[in-house]
């Protein structure tokens, strides 16, 4: 050989015990959140038909699923109601009964340990399946955010650990501050959507929600997936409104945006794995054209190298297990 320089980086990659010890990013147990679908109704355990293997499931059903889940060693879930009845106010976000307030009662009262993220939205719940109020097409901003804050306050009277909005009016977050403040929950914590596309990899949840817009598209208040600065703007004001984590949505095509928000802010970073980023890979693995164990692995590894310290996914129960193997 030729008397050449260079490095011998493969020296560190010469046994599992030696990569394991040099290894920079774990995936562990307790970075996973995993989305639960609740709906109205009796002995409801229905597969919803573009996300294998999740469920839309009633609360007579939910507790043997959360046992399920609390048995993998998951520490949280963030619930999503699908209600039987849909209005123009979605009123059945804030209601005392609604679905995703009697679902947190429930799983409470059982599992008192297990950390229960309410998402607060509208868009399941209005029937034009937009986020916000509606006047003349548009959807309007101010008038929305006494909805959100009051929808906060319902689902921590319940007994919700945490609020999740994800509607992306401008000043959410102050407002369910106040709200929550207002009503004595100084101590729940809001996970911020701070930096949400208007993304096509949400189009599974959409099935599963059934929440797609009826009309125009969720482009006037969700982000452009062009821009970067604008994201960086969007978790500047969260942050500035009293956010307590950033999620950054979707995850897989934006890691360049987590790790900016990572490293301008010195609060939790959320990735969430849409359910696009979810169903691609359950149809490739389907197919056998994918190693479904190694392939998610590897995507969420790459979102916690990112700047990921929790993550919302749907993989969650398969990797609680595979970790535990
Ligand atoms: C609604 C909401 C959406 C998701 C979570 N909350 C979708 C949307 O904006 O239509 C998407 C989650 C997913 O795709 O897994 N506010």
Redesign the pocket.
């Known amino acids: 050989m030729r008397d050449i320089q260079f490095d011998r980086h493969r020296r560190l990659r010469n046994s599992d015990s030696l990569r394991a010890m040099v290894r920079e990013t774990w995936l562990r147990k307790e970075d996973l959140i995993y989305?639960l679908f609740v709906v109205e109704g009796e002995n409801i355990r229905n597969e919803v038909s573009s996300m294998p293997g999740v469920f839309h499931i009633s609360l007579d059903a939910v507790l043997a699923e959360i046992n399920d889940i609390v048995n993998r060693g998951i520490k949280s879930v963030i619930l999503?109601g699908v209600p039987a009845n849909k209005d123009p106010l979605g009123k059945q976000a804030y209601h005392e009964h609604g679905i995703v307030q009697e679902a947190t009662r429930l799983i409470k009262a059982e599992f008192p340990e297990l950390v229960i993220i309410a998402?607060t939205?509208?868009?399941?719940y209005t029937d034009h399946g937009h986020?916000g109020v509606i006047e003349d097409g548009k959807v309007l901003n101010d008038p929305t955010l006494d909805l959100l804050a009051q929808t906060a306050v319902s689902q921590a009277k319940a007994g919700a650990d945490i609020i999740a909005p994800?509607?992306?009016m401008d000043g959410f977050v102050a407002a369910i501050r106040a709200g929550l403040d207002e009503a004595g929950f100084h101590d729940i914590p809001i996970m911020s959507?701070a930096v949400?596309y208007?993304?096509s990899?949400?189009?599974?949840?959409?099935d599963?929600?059934h929440?797609?817009?009826q009309f125009g598209d969720?482009k006037t208040y969700?982000m452009d997936p062009s821009n970067r600065m604008e994201a960086l703007r969007e978790a500047q004001s969260d942050v500035e409104e009293g956010a307590d984590f950033l999620i950054v949505?979707?995850a897989l095509s934006y890691l360049d945006i987590m790790r900016d928000v990572k490293d301008r802010f010195p609060l939790p970073v959320v990735a969430?794995?849409?359910?696009?980023?979810?169903s691609m890979i359950k149809a490739a693995a389907q197919n056998g054209w994918v190693n479904e164990k190694e392939i998610v692995m590897e995507k969420l590894t790459s979102m916690k190298r990112a700047g990921a310290d929790l993550i919302?996914t749907?993989h969650a129960k398969d990797v609680a297990e595979w970790l535990s193997n």
């Open positions: 989305p999503f998402d939205c509208l868009c399941q986020c994800s509607n992306m959507y949400k208007s993304s990899f949400y189009g599974p949840f959409r599963a929600a929440s797609s817009p969720r969700q949505k979707p969430y794995n849409v359910s696009g980023e979810y919302i749907y």
